[in-house]
C-alpha cells in the first residue's frame, strides 16, 4: 500500500489546516506522526479503519481530530488552534499498532509511510 500525504502548508498561529493521506489499497490503520526540525518523530493519532476507533496525543487533544472517508481511501488530520509548536514535517503510516493508547508506526520493512508534508506555523 502506497500514501500519499498532502495538505500543509503556512499559517498563522490560531489558523487551522486539514492533511490528507490517501492509501492506494485496503489498510486496516493509518497513524499521523511528526518530525520538528531537531527532534525524533513523534505520533500525533491514529485511527482504526474497520471501526474508526481513534486515539490522540494529549499535546494535540481537543485540537487536532483525525477522520476517514473510507469511499476514497483517505484519512484525515483536521488541525484547529495551531502555535509554532505544531511546526513539523507531517507524516501518515500504515499498519499502525496500538499500545498503551499511543500509536506507533510499522517497523522498518513492515508497512508504508507517506512522503510528508510540511506545517509551518508563523506570523
Known amino acids: 500500500v502506497q500514501l500519499q500525504a498532502s495538505g500543509g502548508g503556512l499559517v498563522q498561529p490560531g489558523g487551522s489546516l486539514r492533511l490528507s493521506c490517501t492509501a492506494s489499497g485496503l489498510t486496516y490503520s493509518i497513524g499521523w506522526f511528526r518530525q520538528a526540525p531537531g527532534k525524533e518523530r513523534d505520533w500525533v493519532s491514529c485511527?482504526?479503519?474497520?471501526?474508526?476507533?481513534?486515539y490522540t496525543d494529549d499535546s494535540v487533544k481537543g485540537r487536532f481530530t483525525v477522520s476517514r472517508d473510507d469511499a476514497k481511501n483517505t484519512v484525515y488530520l483536521q488541525m484547529n488552534s495551531l502555535n509554532p509548536e505544531d511546526t513539523a514535517v507531517y507524516y501518515c503510516?500504515?499498519?499502525?499498532?496500538?499500545?498503551?493508547?499511543?500509536?506507533?508506526?510499522?517497523?522498518?520493512?513492515?508497512?508504508?509511510w507517506g512522503q510528508g508534508t510540511q506545517v509551518t506555523v508563523s506570523s
Open positions: 503510516a500504515t499498519p499502525v499498532t496500538v499500545v498503551g493508547d499511543k500509536c506507533r508506526g510499522p517497523y522498518p520493512g513492515l508497512g508504508s
Open positions: 485511527v482504526s479503519i474497520p471501526d474508526g476507533t481513534t
